[in-house]
């Protein structure tokens, strides 16, 4: 199994506040986003996906995935329509289970991996917050997972466990979010189930700079 972390954003929402550094380099705690990002899957051999914009940082994150990661692969791409193009940009080549992540969440209390016998799997948490993603399912099998719409109490975390790279299939030039892939999977029948619903606060959310104050000194988070 691959852990591709998608990090090839443009940061905008961050830049507008004057951070020069990528959203995924930030300190929290005593080490970096990055650093909690990984630690909460455990040591799992990584592909790290990053914007040619940031490469002058490579060395650093080299660094942390050294030290995190059980073995690790950088790509560094150029802008991309969404996480769901970087995410096949970054699989090209990939055999065997993908499990997809992005670089703003810790994801506490969580047991790696969920299950090889789906075509995929949607980590979920509870939540009502109006930028996440929900997710409405029966008995545990998706029927819809919606962007930014609160269609259920089941906010997707960002992580998707993927039995194989069979999700290309579904991508194409108008697709811009994993979301969008995972619908047509489900319109096609394929096994799409979501994790049993895990706590709010077990999923440390920090996509906003907002969020990134608020959460950045979590008690929930432990010295690394």
């Not at 619908?183 to 907002?210: Q, R, Y």
Request: net charge neutral; hydrophobic share 35%; with cysteine.
């Amino acid at each position: 199994m691959k852990l591709v972390l998608t990090a090839a954003g443009k940061y905008a929402r961050f830049r507008r506040f004057s951070y020069e550094i990528p959203k995924y380099l930030l300190p929290v705690k005593n080490r970096t986003l990055l650093h909690h990002v990984i630690h909460s899957f455990g040591k799992l051999d990584v592909i790290f996906v990053g914007n040619k914009r940031d490469i002058r940082f490579a060395n650093t994150v080299k660094s942390i995935l050294y030290e995190t990661c059980n073995t690790f692969e950088t790509k560094w791409i150029d802008d991309t329509s969404g996480q769901a193009e970087t995410l096949v940009k970054a699989t090209e080549g990939v055999d065997g289970p993908i499990l997809v992540h992005n670089i703003d969440t810790v994801l506490l209390n969580r047991y790696w991996p969920f299950s090889f016998d789906e075509d995929c799997v949607i980590d979920v948490f509870e939540s009502s917050n109006r930028d996440y993603s929900y997710v409405v399912d029966e008995g545990g099998y998706a029927k819809e997972i919606r962007e930014k719409s609160v269609i259920s109490n089941k906010a997707s975390s960002g992580c998707y466990l993927f039995k194989d790279r069979s999700f290309e299939t579904y991508f194409d030039q108008d697709t811009r979010y994993i979301s969008e892939m995972i619908n047509k999977m489900i319109k096609d029948d394929k096994s799409v189930v979501v994790t049993n619903t895990h706590k709010a606060f077990d999923t440390i959310v920090m996509g906003t700079p907002e969020e990134y104050l608020i959460n950045m000194d979590s008690t929930k988070l432990r010295l690394l």
